[in-house]
């Protein structure tokens, strides 16, 4: 991403955004409430164009060719509500040339979720469970995972995040947004800060905590404080 801005009418979401994320990594991208995190995830899903700057994936620009590159999770879910599990892996497989329905399977096992459970009646963090199985299971270069786990239960989130890092394809990379800092921060390589629009601070995880002795999370604490 080079220079990117991003404005929604006279809002400006995203100012001057410049970042490279590597393959095999675990990104972390952390912000407050309206720090601009989804506006980032849109554009590199090509869902929204930026008003200005490039967007790239492995080199090409991102556009109806990077698309089948990049799995995304929005914080509001893609299915339809009279769908059932497997309908919702149906419609994934047909849409999805990278799908692979072995490994959906695999995690909707280890997610707890059956093919016949209606989606209406999931609970939000079963619900979310399911849209994290559905992006995990194609086989893409870049996963955008957008608070993949904000209704799942503590106790539970431990266990996703374990998924998360068995389930995803080791050559790829995922970035996930969260505010949930403390719960997620032991599986990210890096991370990236952003507040009203602008990037603070991309770093690996073990330099951040090296140079400033501190956890990702009291770092969040400080830099965000109000
Ligand atoms: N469709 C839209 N129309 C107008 N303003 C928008 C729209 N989408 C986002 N914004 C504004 O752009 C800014 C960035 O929003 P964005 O959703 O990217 O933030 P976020 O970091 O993902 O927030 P959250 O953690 O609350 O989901 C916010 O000020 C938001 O109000």
């Known amino acids: 991403m080079d220079q ?3 404005n929604y009418g006279g809002k400006i979401a995203l100012q001057n955004v410049s970042l490279t994320v590597g393959s095999g990594r675990i990104i972390g991208l952390l912000g407050t409430n309206g720090s601009g995190k989804s506006t980032m995830m849109k554009i590199a899903a090509g869902l929204i164009q930026p008003a200005s700057g490039t967007a790239e994936i492995l080199g090409r620009p ?3 060719e990077t698309k089948a590159l990049v799995s995304f999770m929005p ?3 893609l299915t339809e509500s009279w769908m059932k599990v497997k309908d919702a892996l149906q419609f994934y497989e047909d849409f999805y040339t990278d799908f692979d329905p072995l490994k959906a399977e695999r995690m909707l096992q280890f997610m707890n979720l059956n093919l016949g ?3 209406s009646t999931l609970s939000k963090g079963m619900n979310e469970r399911l849209q994290l199985t559905l992006a995990l299971s194609r086989n893409a270069s870049l996963y955008l995972l957008d608070e993949p786990i904000g209704g799942v239960d503590p106790v539970a989130r431990g266990k996703i995040l374990d998924a998360i890092v068995e389930f995803y394809n080791e050559d790829s990379s995922i970035i996930i947004s969260t505010h949930l800092v403390r719960d ?4 990210f390589d890096e991370v990236i800060f952003i507040r009203n629009g602008e990037l603070v601070l991309h770093d690996e995880v073990e330099n951040i905590r090296l140079k400033h002795g ?3 999370d009291d770092m969040f604490k400080e830099v965000f404080a109000e």
Do not use: T
């Open 214 to 216: 501190k956890s990702i």
């Open 75 to 77: 914080d509001r879910p």
């Open 184 to 187: 997620i921060e032991r599986i």
């Open 62 to 64: 991102v556009g109806l």
């Open 4 to 6: 990117v801005n991003k």
């Open 117 to 119: 459970d209606k989606i």
